[in-house]
């Protein structure tokens, strides 16, 4: 099974945080340069792992984790072929882009199911409602929302202590866009971090903490902490690739992609790598416990790519139980 972030490579150049490691590859092959978002890290590094052996090292592949803010910073200064992106990219972000001249293709990759976590000691909220989550989360809660009782006086009157992804990160945006109605909208009082696996392991040794994260973390380490069914007025529904599909699993299923740098699209071996990831994302992005789209998404990306359209169809804006395909046939704007 692919294990996330320590999968050992063999000729491959990857890069964590400012670090770049690189293994028996020529200082002089071209190179694909990624960042962004730790949800989607696992999707293209397992693509840049097969993409690179596919190439026999004549091309090398980084990939980094900076967040989905983070990366999109430095995708519109121009420094990044490819930004990893666990939502749409924003009106901020396109005017930041906008400045610099930078344009991109914006290409759906997957779905994950943002999963809400608890300790498995906990046997009190094994299932939780919007409300409830949105109570412990909203602005408003801060110093004043402390224990678990105070949301439901079933449980206990015992301290809450919450972990989450940092302001930079995409799921951090969707998460509270979802739950709390507004985008970045939260409490501040909350274990904060880039890094998924630093929220597994707040959650996984305090048994009343509460996290989220994208669900291939959660697979990953299934046996550390459980997920919460969430109960958006239909009863509590676990995150699985049967309640993903059906769409009963809302409202935390999301696209995730990635934007190519248009005049990236110019170098034949970014090119090259997009074309490997669409004809071999069904099978990779199941491969690290994500669920894939249609053939037809990764089919119109790669025609977006090759008849040059650029921008984005979400209007600078996450939305919630989105259809992929029909969005596509949007108008996108740049």
């Known amino acids: 099974m692919f294990k996330l972030l320590s999968k050992k490579l063999t000729g491959i ?9 690189c293994f028996n590859l020529a200082h002089s092959s071209p190179i694909v340069r990624i960042d962004g978002s730790s949800t989607v890290y696992p999707i293209t590094e397992a693509v840049a792992e097969d993409f690179q052996i596919a190439k026999r090292g004549t091309v090398r592949v980084t990939v980094g984790i900076s967040g989905t803010g983070g990366g ?3 995708f519109c200064r121009g420094e990044l072929d490819i930004v990893n992106a666990s939502r749409p990219i924003t009106e901020l972000e396109m005017e930041s882009c906008r400045k610099t001249g930078v344009q991109y293709v914006e290409m759906p990759i ?27 989360w909203e602005p408003a809660a801060q110093g004043r929302i402390n224990n678990w009782n105070q949301v439901n006086p079933a449980w206990p009157n015992e301290r809450i202590k919450l972990f989450g992804p940092g302001a930079d990160s995409g799921t951090f945006e969707y998460f509270t866009e979802a739950i709390v109605g507004r985008a970045k909208s939260s409490r501040g009082d909350f274990t904060a971090s880039e890094d998924d696996n630093v929220l597994v392991q707040g959650v996984a040794s305090d048994m009343y903490a ?6 291939a973390y959660y697979i990953e380490n299934s046996r550390r902490v459980n997920a919460v069914a969430i109960d958006s007025g239909s009863g509590g529904v676990l995150p699985s690739a049967h309640t993903v599909k059906d769409g009963s699993y809302q409202p935390l299923s999301r696209p995730v992609f990635i934007y190519v740098n248009a005049r990236s699209t110019t170098k034949s071996e970014v090119r090259d790598f997009v074309k490997f990831f669409m004809d071999n994302a069904v099978e990779l992005v199941s491969e690290v416990k ?9 089919k119109l990306n790669l025609e977006n790519m ?18 992929i395909e029909e969005v596509m046939k949007h108008d996108a704007r740049l």
């Open 210 to 215: 509460l996290g989220f994260f994208g669900f």
């Open 306 to 323: 090759e008849k040059n359209k650029l921008g984005s169809v979400f209007a600078g804006q996450s939305e919630v139980n989105v259809n």
């Open 110 to 136: 997957a779905i994950d199911a943002l999963t809400v976590v608890v300790n498995p000691r906990n046997t009190w909220s094994r299932a939780m409602t919007v409300d409830e989550l949105r109570q412990f």
């Open 13 to 21: 150049g990857v890069t964590l945080g400012s670090f770049v490691f």
């Open 72 to 74: 999109f910073k430095k």
């Open 290 to 298: 994500y669920f894939p789209l249609s053939l037809n998404v990764y």
